[in-house]
């Protein structure tokens, strides 16, 4: 996996795909996301910053699934105090593992487009897309 490039140049366009399997421990189901991302290879951003806005948004999006899972398992209670780390953790009921490939068909996929313009991510699930757009400006504002 290390010796892999996460990031390819197409078209001329970066793309970087990475798949992920969110497993809930408790009660046995497993969700698989299929993360895609874009953005043009000159004069929108670096690789670097391709790079990290894609693992921001995917790492954010995990993070969020992770603890609604988390959630409706066990109640009240999503973090827990882990002795090794000095830290409050999230509990280990839901895991994700990385896969090299998508096993039959994706539960869901999480799109992100990033332009000079701007971002627009997309996130679709259960055949409902949802998409949210931002200008580059309005995003750091808020984020």
């Known amino acids: ?17 990475a798949y992920s399997l969110v497993s809930n421990k408790t009660d046995g ?13 000159t004069g ?6 391709f790079i990290l806005f894609t693992s921001m948004f995917r790492y ?3 993070t969020q ?3 609604k899972m ?14 090794y780390s000095d830290a409050f953790v999230l509990r280990k009921e839901v895991e994700i593992k990385e896969l090299d490939e998508i096993i039959g068909k994706a539960d869901g996929e999480v799109n992100l487009y990033m332009t000079k313009a701007g971002l627009q991510l997309e996130v679709v699930f259960g055949g409902e897309k ?8 309005d995003f750091f504002k808020t984020h």
Do not use: C
């Open 29 to 41: 189901k497993s969700l698989q996301i299929q993360f895609y991302s874009e953005a043009p290879s």
């Open 70 to 83: 988390t959630a409706t398992v066990g109640g009240d209670t999503s973090f827990v105090y882990d002795d």
């Open 65 to 67: 699934l992770q603890q």
């Open 44 to 49: 929108a951003m670096s690789r670097d910053n």
């Open 1 to 17: 996996m290390l010796m892999k490039d996460a990031v390819k140049i197409e078209n001329g366009k970066f793309t970087m795909k």
């Open 130 to 137: 949802n998409r949210a757009t931002h200008q580059w400006a």
């Open 60 to 62: 954010e999006f995990l």
